[in-house]
């Protein structure tokens, strides 16, 4: 397991109050957060909402108009180079060397941070990429090149990782045996801040989610209490031809009947309740249901059309 070094023990990254603004855009808002140490913690949000801008504030890349921001205790504005050996950013793919082999890549990157090549071995296999050691970079399939930045962000053994949808465009195979990865890391201990897209994404991985949009943080909590406060209800969908709106409608624990093609949507925050009482009318194998997801949250607190 990592551990903690300076500062506050449970806390790896603490904003309060942090405004960035570009000329009139206001890309950050009074925004105020903590990622607690060994936590693997989402930030979302549609374009534009401010998520890079925040990123880039707690790496140390740039810096806030005003509020605060302490990474492991420290402030990482001015460039604090101790604390940058203590965080990995994961690197665009197109930042690689690409005529190496994916192993003189990694090498080359563990002897820029002043480390040999156990470092470079160590990353390699932390991303189960050790196969492909000897295969060109430019050989590699885009889920490859993946792994390898994230070995790349990986040699220096940092405490905090930074990654920015490291699953864009990858196939579905892809994308879930790079969730494998993560959640190895995640089980090392380490903090990982994710930038994602990818509501089932950050359903599947993330440990509390912040939802940031225009700026401000509309929500910060655990996926699944993020979808409860927000209280989607649960969809049952029924064959028209089994039950009529109007039975629907008469079920205890039905908010809302709609009908939708052929199917009657039943919609209820009492599922379990309602289901059994839908067994009355037609054979449980005809019911399907769609229980509420992050994206209705994450739809509901941004108003947004951008999620995918
Ligand atoms: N260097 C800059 N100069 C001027 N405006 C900027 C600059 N960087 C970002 N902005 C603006 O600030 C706002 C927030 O941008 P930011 O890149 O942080 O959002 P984002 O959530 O990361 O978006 P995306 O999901 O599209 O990457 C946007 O309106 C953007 O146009």
Redesign the pocket.
């Known amino acids: 397991m990592k551990n903690g070094g300076q500062g506050s023990q449970e806390t790896a990254v603490v904003l309060d109050g942090v405004c960035k603004r ?2 009139e ?1 206001r ?1 950050l808002d009074g925004v105020s957060l903590t990622v607690g140490r060994g936590e693997f913690f989402g930030v979302l ?1 549609p ?7 925040l990123v880039e504030i707690v790496e140390g890349m740039r810096q806030p108009d005003s509020g605060t921001v302490s990474v492991f205790g420290e402030s990482p504005w001015p460039r604090n180079l101790g604390l940058m050996r203590r965080i990995g950013v994961q690197t665009q793919t197109s930042a690689f060397f690409t005529r190496l082999t994916a192993w003189e890549h990694l090498e080359t990157v563990a002897a820029l941070h002043g480390l040999g090549r156990p470092a470079a071995h160590r990353a390699l296999d932390a991303v189960g990429l050790a196969d492909k050691a000897r295969s060109r970079v430019d050989d590699l399939s885009g889920g490859q090149r993946q792994r390898l930045a994230l070995a790349t962000a990986l040699v220096h053994d940092p405490d905090l990782i930074f990654l920015d949808e490291p699953t864009a465009a990858l196939d579905p195979e892809a994308r879930r045996s790079l969730w494998d990865v993560l959640r190895t890391l995640r089980g090392q201990g380490r903090t990982i801040v994710y930038t994602t897209h990818y509501l089932d994404e950050a359903e599947a991985l993330c440990d509390r989610v912040a939802i ?1 949009a225009a700026g401000r943080l509309a929500a910060l909590d655990t996926p699944t209490a993020l979808i409860r406060s927000l209280a989607a209800p649960a969809r049952l969908l029924v064959p028209a031809d089994r039950i009529t709106p109007d039975q629907a409608r008469a079920i205890e624990g039905v908010d809302r009947v709609l009908v939708e093609g052929g199917e009657v949507v039943i919609e209820t925050h009492a599922a379990n309740r309602v289901l059994v009482a839908v067994g009355e009318y037609v054979d449980m194998d005809a019911v399907q249901t769609r229980t509420a997801t992050l994206e209705d949250a994450y739809l509901r607190l941004t108003g947004s059309e951008h999620a995918r």
């Open positions: 570009y000329g855009v890309a949000g374009n534009g909402a401010g998520k890079t801008t940031i």
